[in-house]
C-alpha cells in the first residue's frame, strides 16, 4: 500500500467513525484532578449491603461530580449492587465491561450483565443485548 491509497481510507467516513468510536474512551476521559469526597453515612450504609446505597457511592465514583471518575471503584461498588440482582447495577457494570473502564474490556463479561438484568426485565438491557447479538457478541 502506498502513501496515497493509506491517505485515501482515511477519506471514507465509516474508518473515520470507527476511529471516532474507538478514540471515545480515552477523550471522554476526565482531566486529572482531586479525588472523590465520600459522605460516611453513604459509605457506612453502603459497607452494610444496602444497594441503593451502592449505586449512589457508584454513580459519585463513575461520575466523579467535580472531581476526576475513578472507574475502578465505581465498577466494584456496581458489581456488589449487581450482585444482589439490582438491574440498574447490572447494567451500569455491563458498561464498564463494554468500555473497558475501570475493568479489563470483556464483551462476554458485559454480555453476562446485561442478559441477568434483561431476564429479570430491564428494558434497556433487552435492547442492548439484542443489539449484542445482532452484531454476534454473544458468550
Given at each position: 500500500?502506498?502513501?496515497?491509497s493509506?491517505c485515501s481510507?482515511?477519506r471514507s467516513?465509516?474508518?473515520?467513525?470507527?476511529?471516532a468510536l474507538?478514540?471515545?474512551?480515552?477523550?471522554?476521559?476526565?482531566p486529572?484532578?482531586?479525588?472523590?469526597?465520600?459522605?460516611?453515612?453513604?459509605l457506612?450504609?453502603?459497607?452494610s449491603g444496602d444497594?441503593a446505597?451502592?449505586?449512589?457511592?457508584a454513580?459519585l465514583y463513575?461520575t466523579?461530580?467535580?472531581t476526576?471518575?475513578?472507574?475502578?471503584?465505581?465498577?466494584?461498588?456496581?458489581r456488589?449492587?449487581?450482585?444482589?440482582?439490582?438491574?440498574a447495577?447490572?447494567?451500569?457494570?455491563?458498561?464498564?465491561?463494554?468500555?473497558?473502564?475501570?475493568?479489563?474490556?470483556?464483551m462476554?463479561?458485559a454480555?453476562?450483565w446485561?442478559?441477568?438484568?434483561?431476564?429479570?426485565g430491564d428494558?434497556?438491557?433487552?435492547?442492548?443485548?439484542?443489539?449484542?447479538y445482532?452484531?454476534?457478541?454473544?458468550?
Amino acid at each position: 500500500m502506498n502513501i496515497r491509497s493509506a491517505c485515501s481510507l482515511f477519506r471514507s467516513p465509516l474508518l473515520l467513525a470507527l476511529i471516532a468510536l474507538a478514540l471515545m474512551p480515552v477523550l471522554a476521559q476526565a482531566p486529572p484532578s482531586q479525588t472523590v469526597t465520600v459522605d460516611p453515612a453513604l459509605l457506612a450504609k453502603a459497607s452494610s449491603g444496602d444497594a441503593a446505597a451502592q449505586i449512589q457511592l457508584a454513580d459519585l465514583y463513575a461520575t466523579g461530580g467535580a472531581t476526576k471518575p475513578d472507574y475502578k471503584q465505581a465498577a466494584a461498588w456496581y458489581r456488589k449492587a449487581a450482585e444482589q440482582n439490582n438491574t440498574a447495577a447490572q447494567v451500569h457494570l455491563a458498561d464498564l465491561y463494554r468500555d473497558g473502564r475501570g475493568v479489563p474490556r470483556d464483551m462476554a463479561q458485559a454480555t453476562d450483565w446485561y442478559r441477568k438484568a434483561a431476564e429479570l426485565g430491564d428494558a434497556s438491557a433487552q435492547g442492548t443485548l439484542g443489539i449484542l447479538y445482532s452484531v454476534g457478541c454473544s458468550a
